[in-house]
């Protein structure tokens, strides 16, 4: 089993950064493909970005690319997203989601375990 804690969410302004946390629990965490997802009030949960086990590949969604960085410390056993020029279209809970087989990807499907979420909201 393997338990996710995310950290890090909050109000921010238009334009602003954050910076998110995902903690890890078990001693394979290493060989886990890593993800970050989002659900904003009344949509789908979907895709943000995504690190396969060794960090040495990423994935994001277009709305993404060139704002956030995904990357993980194996020795932490934490994944971060780095979210800048932040706008209220990306107000949402994020989850951070693993998968075991070392997949990962943008399909929601690859991903055994999942965190409670941490909530950003941005303000215009």
């Known amino acids: 089993q393997v338990r996710l804690v995310e950290s890090g969410g909050g109000l921010v302004q238009d334009e602003g950064s954050l910076s998110l946390s995902c903690a890890a629990s078990g001693r394979t965490f290493r060989n886990y493909a890593m993800g970050w997802f989002r659900q904003a009030p009344g949509k789908e949960r979907e895709f943000v970005a995504a690190i396969s086990w060794s960090g040495s590949t990423t994935y994001y969604a277009d709305f ?54 941490t909530q950003v909201t941005v303000s215009s």
């Open 64 to 117: 993404v690319k060139g704002r956030f960085t995904i990357s993980r410390d194996n020795a932490k056993n934490t994944v971060y997203l780095q979210m800048n020029s932040l706008n209220s279209e990306d107000t949402a809970v994020y989850y951070c989601a693993a998968d075991p087989r070392g997949y990962g990807g943008s399909s929601k499907i690859r991903y055994d375990y999942w965190g409670q979420g």
